[in-house]
């Protein structure tokens, strides 16, 4: 069974930072073609904040990280990684890590094509 376990999550002021990080098992990380991280605000569909190839050459983001955020891999540990920086309250939401086994290209930023999911972790951004 695939197991993904965000952690970072908390709460911080305006402008703040945080760094997630989605712990994956070997099979599930080695089968993935593309792993993304996903958000979902308080009464707000989900929506793709980041995404990755494996090999961690390529990425894409969504409009409104405006280059605040930096998607990576570590792929010695199996670990998924989003750093958030500049962070304002419109970014509070829980945050998911997912992998996806689908050869599409560029990494998308369609929760569909993802196939594991982990539980999420909370990001809380006061003003």
């Not at 197991?3 to 945080?18: A, H, N, P, R, Y």
């Not at 570590?74 to 962070?87: K, V």
Request: proline share 5%.
């Amino acid at each position: 069974q695939a197991q993904l376990v965000e952690s970072g999550g908390g709460d911080v002021q305006t402008g703040g930072s945080l760094r997630l990080s989605c712990a994956i098992d070997a099979h599930t990380y080695n089968s993935a073609y593309y792993m993304g991280w996903f958000r979902q605000g308080p009464g707000k569909q989900r929506e793709g904040v980041a995404a990755i190839a494996t090999d961690g050459g390529r990425t894409t983001y969504g409009e409104f990280v405006k280059g605040r955020f930096a998607v990576s891999v570590d792929n010695t540990n199996n670990t998924l990684y989003l750093q958030m920086d500049s962070l304002v309250p419109e970014d509070t939401a829980m945050y998911y890590c997912a992998t996806g086994v689908a050869k599409i290209w560029p990494p998308p930023l369609r929760s569909p094509v993802y196939y594991y999911w982990g539980q999420g972790t909370q990001v809380t951004v006061s003003s």
